[in-house]
Nanobody, 125 residues
Framework: QVHLVESGGGLVQAGDSLRISCAAS????????MAWFRQAPGKEREFVAS????????YYADSVKGRFAITRDNAKNTVYLQMNNLKPEATARYHC??????????????????WGQGTQVTVSS
């Protein structure tokens, strides 16, 4: 397992951009696919984006495709989520997570084995 710490959340206005980060630690971080999920109050946790171990394959929820971008820097053991043209419905706690079985192709949170505490993103209208 890996230890994950998210950062970079905050309060922004609709239409703004924000980049959140996830610092991973552990001897085998680069063997893990990484993903971002989010959870708004009163709602179920939902998949946002994922990226393969090498960073060459990525997957997005339809609701963020074209506006969000997931990247990773394996030299820094860090994953990023660049969020552009943010909408109020993006308000949620964003969690970084990792798995080493599905190459990042899974959108099911039960397939992910390590989770961070999350970072809050609030988008005002």
């Amino acid at each position: 397992q890996v230890h994950l710490v998210e950062s970079g959340g905050g309060l922004v206005q609709a239409g703004d951009s924000l980049r959140i980060s996830c610092a991973a630690s552990g001897s085998t971080v680069r063997t893990y696919a990484m993903a971002w999920f989010r959870q708004a109050p009163g709602k179920e946790r939902e998949f946002v984006a994922s990226i393969s171990e090498s960073g060459q394959r990525f997957y997005y929820a339809d609701s963020v495709k074209g506006r969000f971008a997931i990247t990773r820097d394996n030299a820094k053991n860090t994953v990023y989520l660049q969020m552009n043209n943010l909408k109020p419905e993006a308000t949620a706690r964003y969690h970084c997570t990792a798995e080493n079985t599905y190459g990042g192709s899974s959108r099911y949170d039960g397939h992910y084995t390590s989770w961070g505490q999350g970072t809050q993103v609030t988008v005002s209208s």
